[in-house]
């Protein structure tokens, strides 16, 4: 249901069962800081309704997504660091291995 003045909210989660559970993944909304999540952690937070963007990375990986929010909706997301093809290699050879950003708008 959605109320005309009501407050939107924005819900982030990271427990995807991808994620290699490594590294901070931080979040930036409309510029300013949301929050930075571990694997597990979530953040929700009433925002205002219309256009908004997301910034998300993980030091490594970047990527801005715009949404709308209607007045009353929840918009979640999910993010997870998950690793690349050659994470096992890498990890051998360097000790470090690259990890890639996933986020995903649940419907």
Same mark, same amino acid.
């Given at each position: 249901?959605?109320?005309?003045?009501?407050? +939107?909210?924005?819900?982030? @989660?990271?427990?995807?069962? @991808?994620?290699?559970?490594?590294?901070?993944?931080?979040?930036? *909304?409309?510029?300013? @800081?949301?929050?930075?999540?571990?694997?597990?952690?979530?953040?929700?937070?009433?925002? +205002?309704? %219309?256009?908004?963007?997301?910034?998300?990375?993980?030091? *490594?990986?970047? &990527?801005?997504?715009?949404? #709308?929010?209607?007045? %009353?909706?929840?918009?979640?997301? #999910?993010?997870?660091?998950? !690793?690349? &093809?050659?994470?096992?290699?890498? *990890? +051998?050879?360097?000790?470090? %291995? !690259?990890?890639? *950003?996933?986020?995903?708008?649940?419907?």
């Amino acid at each position: 249901m959605h109320v005309p003045d009501a407050p +939107a909210r924005l819900s982030i @989660s990271r427990n995807l069962p @991808s994620d290699v559970q490594q590294r901070q993944i931080f979040i930036a *909304l409309d510029g300013k @800081s949301f929050a930075t999540l571990t694997f597990g952690q979530s953040k929700a937070s009433e925002i +205002a309704p %219309g256009p908004h963007q997301l910034k998300i990375h993980n030091t *490594l990986v970047w &990527k801005r997504l715009a949404f #709308d929010a209607r007045p %009353g909706e929840t918009v979640t997301f #999910d993010v997870a660091n998950r !690793p690349g &093809k050659w994470l096992l290699g890498a *990890l +051998a050879l360097l000790g470090v %291995g !690259p990890l890639f *950003l996933t986020v995903e708008r649940r419907a």
